[in-house]
C-alpha cells in the first residue's frame, strides 16, 4: 500500500480530533488555537472523508501515486508451453515505429528467433518475439518450414535493406531460405516471420 494512504488516515484521524475537541491544544511544538464551529465543523467533515477514502477504496490513491510506466525488465522474453497460446490481438496490430522489429515465429523456429531477437536488441533494435502458428494466413501465403521471410512496408525500406544484410553476415548459414516481401498491409512496419 502507498505512503500516502497512511499519511492521508493520519491526517484524517488529526483533523477528527480537531473537530470534535475544537482546538485549544498543545504537543510539543505544535499549536492547534481554538476554532469556531464552522471551521470545527469543516476539519471533522475531511477528517472524515480522508478516513472512509482510506479504508473503503485506496485505488485512487494507487492510480494517481502509481507510475504510469513502471520499469520492464523481461527476463525471459518468450517461454513456449506445451500449448503455445496465439498471441493477443494487441501484439498483432501494434504499429511499432521503423527502428522497430516484430519477430514472429513457428514452435520449430523458437530457438533462431530467440537468437535473431538478442542480436537486434544489442544492435539497438526494439524487437519483440511472438509465437504463431501462422493459422492467419492463407496457403498461398503461407511458407514452407525452415523460411524465413521478411515483411516490410514501403516506409521502413531502407531498413529492411540494412537489417538483411546484418541478418545474412551474422546468421549466414540459418538465412539459405530468406524471402523478402513489401506489404503496405502488414500489421506492423518491419517483421520477421520464421516458418
Known sequence: MPPIIYLTFIVGLALIVVGVLGGGLEIKEVKIPVLPTIPRALSFAV????IALCLLDPEPFKRIFS?????????????????????????RTHNPSPQSVIIIFAANQRDLALEVQKYLVGEGYAASAIYSDFSELKDDNREKAGTIRIVYKDVSQNIEQKLTKELKQKFSSEMVRLVESLNENASSDLQIQFF
Open 47 to 50: 477528517g472524515c472523508v480522508s
Open 67 to 91: 507510475d504510469p510506466n513502471p520499469p520492464h525488465v523481461d527476463l525471459n522474453p518468450v517461454s513456449t508451453p506445451q500449448n503455445p497460446p496465439e498471441p493477443t490481438p494487441e501484439k
